[in-house]
């Protein structure tokens, strides 16, 4: 399975790459004008991040993949109706949500993306270590003087990566979570 990604913004390519780190899938940038050069499989998911011309619009109609392994990140202009009508469409403007709109979007696809190994940035690793100590949502955004909604949506990317609901399964993760912070920790030395 390729991803291949229509973006003139290197930070989102870069961020995709890093999301999806399995060996199996690659992620490659296309310039639109390109795109109808590409022989695509039926596995391939096509990435649109910005909205369209009508002229453009045409382009994907003759694209030899499904219509559904298209994903809009912005929502496309009136001349993309009928284009893909089973495509899925984020209306965004790519906030810090981003990872988790994309894996919406792959999991409404009926895509899996499995991770072997679980990652954690610094900051995310900081909220399980102070939720696992006792704290509090709010006492964690006093602590990190950030957002109580952005302390949130860490803890909703933390929740979707251990493939849980609610913050108290992070305690049944402990030992999952240990383990991934001290194969980081043999990394680094």
């Not at 992620?27 to 910005?50: G, M």
């Not at 219509?67 to 965004?92: H, Y």
């Not at 939720?131 to 302390?151: A, P």
């Amino acid at each position: 399975m390729n991803i291949y990604v229509v973006t003139n913004n290197n930070f989102m390519l870069e961020g995709l790459k890093c999301m999806f780190s399995d060996n199996s899938l690659s992620v490659n940038r296309v310039l639109f004008s390109r795109i109808t050069e590409i022989v695509f499989s039926n596995s391939d998911v096509v990435i649109v991040e910005s909205e369209l011309k009508t002229c453009d619009a045409g382009r994907l109609k003759h694209l030899h993949i499904s219509p559904v392994n298209i994903i809009f990140l912005l929502k496309p202009r009136s001349g993309m109706r009928g284009t893909g009508r089973e495509a899925v469409f984020i209306d965004t403007e790519l906030t810090g949500n981003e990872y988790l709109m994309i894996r919406q979007a792959f999991k409404k696809m009926r895509i899996h993306l499995k991770r072997e190994k679980l990652s954690f940035t610094k900051r995310e690793a900081h909220i399980i270590h102070l939720i696992l100590n006792g704290y509090s949502l709010v006492e964690i955004s006093r602590r990190l003087l950030i957002s109580i909604k952005t302390v949130q949506s860490y803890v909703n990317i933390i929740l979707h990566k251990l493939n849980a609901t609610k913050i108290s399964e992070i305690y049944r993760c402990k030992s999952l979570i240990i383990d991934s912070f001290a194969r980081k920790n043999l990394h680094l030395q």
